[in-house]
């Protein structure tokens, strides 16, 4: 009976303590490990786009973007019918502006 009692103590000290010791997720890495780009692909709109949801045309279309907005793309998705779509966040100011402006979407090429 004491022998188990001191084996379920051991247990739960190392059920509570152990966890603190190692790193979330289970593997640490340093800052520089990670390959972050800092070249920003930024593109200024030549004429009036539309503003998807996401990279559909029969999808939401979130507003019009004039002509002269300033737009730094996230990401490219290639459709396969040889469509490009650009997923972008457009400039803007995150303090003074409305917390409720959109400010991604998608755009096709």
Same mark, same amino acid.
């Given at each position: ?30 800052? $520089?490990? $990670?390959?972050? +780009?800092?070249?920003? $692909?930024?593109?200024?709109? +030549? ?44 400039? +803007? ?6 917390? $409720? ?9």
């Amino acid at each position: 009976m004491m022998n188990n009692i001191l084996k379920n103590f051991c247990l739960i000290t190392f059920a509570l303590i152990a966890p603190v010791t190692l790193p979330a997720g289970g593997i640490q890495k340093s800052l $520089n490990q $990670n390959n972050y +780009s800092n070249a920003t $692909n930024e593109i200024i709109l +030549s004429s009036n786009i539309s503003l998807y949801s996401c990279p559909k045309i029969l999808t939401e279309e979130l507003l019009v973007l004039d002509v002269g907005t300033t737009l730094s793309v996230l990401r490219t998705w290639k459709v396969n019918k040889g469509e490009t779509w650009l997923r972008v966040e457009l400039a +803007s100011n995150k303090f003074l502006d409305d917390p $409720n402006k959109i400010l991604k979407g998608w755009i096709k090429m």
